[in-house]
């Protein structure tokens, strides 16, 4: 997951070749050797200041119109940044970019089909979701120098819960990507509303995030209980390394030791997405090239667990 700015600095975030590279190579001595992560997610946070796409930041400025959501695909394919950047580096991608979310509260979102929208209207909302996958598309299409190293694959939900107002815009964004041959993925936290209804909504695939950062009163207990959600339900998991007061120095490692075939084996039975809150990957290769190495052998599926004090499983 590469989040293209944040609340914080109220800028937008560029992906450059050098910051993407340890995504897309696992990087040694300074070279790379191997393939990293197979895919990229795309999750536009702002388009320019004081503007966000990032539903859980929308009220911290003006609500996002057109001309912001169109921003969006002009800084995703910034000259030698981003996806151009991602083909940069010259190995086969997976490619998935997050959906822009019509808040509600947005009366007058801009003209589409000679009508100024609003998004107190159900179907205006899908309207413009509807537009923005098209206009999408049709930009990702021309950008033939992307072509033989990303491969396209669909688009993500960007809201972590779905309410009942929710639902029939969901059904039928997903409906509307099946007939263009693509895929739908949701990033729901465990316990989410409407999660057990995931293929119901349309979602090809979802992956769950169990809501254990090592710092708050969920223990790690709550990755197996995430897990055996997922097992149930046939969902993917979430992977968790990031920065911060609610991030411990372990859990990282509880993930990865977790997914381990005596524990959950999510290291190899069920899709995984890496979230790397407040920080870039770029910093853990250069600061903690352990956690880095820890991350390659748990995608190439050849990690074994590591102990710590206090370690409780």
Request: with cysteine; glycine share 6%.
């Amino acid at each position: 997951m590469l989040p293209c700015g944040d609340l914080i600095d109220n800028t937008i975030d560029n992906w450059s070749p050098t910051e993407l590279e340890p995504y897309i190579s696992y990087i040694l001595q300074g070279k790379g050797i191997d393939s990293m992560f197979g895919g990229l997610i795309f999750n536009p946070i702002c388009s320019r200041k004081n503007r966000f796409i990032y539903p859980l930041y929308a009220t911290f400025g003006k609500l996002a119109n057109i001309e912001d959501w169109q921003l969006v695909i002009e800084n995703l394919f910034s000259k030698n940044l981003n996806l151009h950047a991602a083909a940069l580096n010259k190995r086969p991608l997976d490619i998935w970019v997050s959906l822009p979310y019509p808040l509600s509260m947005q009366h007058s979102f801009g003209i589409i089909n000679h009508s100024n929208l609003s998004f107190e209207h159900e179907g205006d909302r899908i309207i413009a979701v509807k537009w923005w996958i098209d206009s999408f598309l049709n930009r990702f299409n021309k950008e033939r120098n992307l072509q033989p190293y990303l491969t396209f694959r669909g688009f993500v939900w960007q809201r972590d819960a779905i309410s009942q107002q929710d639902i029939k815009l969901v059904e039928s964004v997903n409906s509307y990507i099946r007939q263009l041959n693509l895929l739908s993925m949701w990033l729901p936290n465990y316990g989410s509303s409407n999660i057990i209804d995931w293929q119901k909504l349309g979602f090809n695939t979802i992956c769950l995030n169990s809501n254990y950062y090592g710092n708050t009163h969920y223990d790690y207990k709550w990755i197996n209980n995430a897990s055996a959600f997922a097992k149930y339900y046939h969902t993917g998991m979430q992977i968790y390394s990031g920065k911060g007061s609610i991030f411990n120095d372990t859990h990282l490692i509880d993930y990865l030791n977790l997914g381990l075939p005596q524990y959950n084996n999510y290291m190899k039975d069920c899709l995984l997405v890496y979230q790397f809150p407040n920080q870039r990957l770029k910093k853990i290769y250069e600061n903690s090239l352990v956690d880095y190495i820890r991350i390659y052998s748990f995608i190439k599926g050849i990690y074994s667990k590591v102990s710590y004090p206090g370690i409780l499983y």
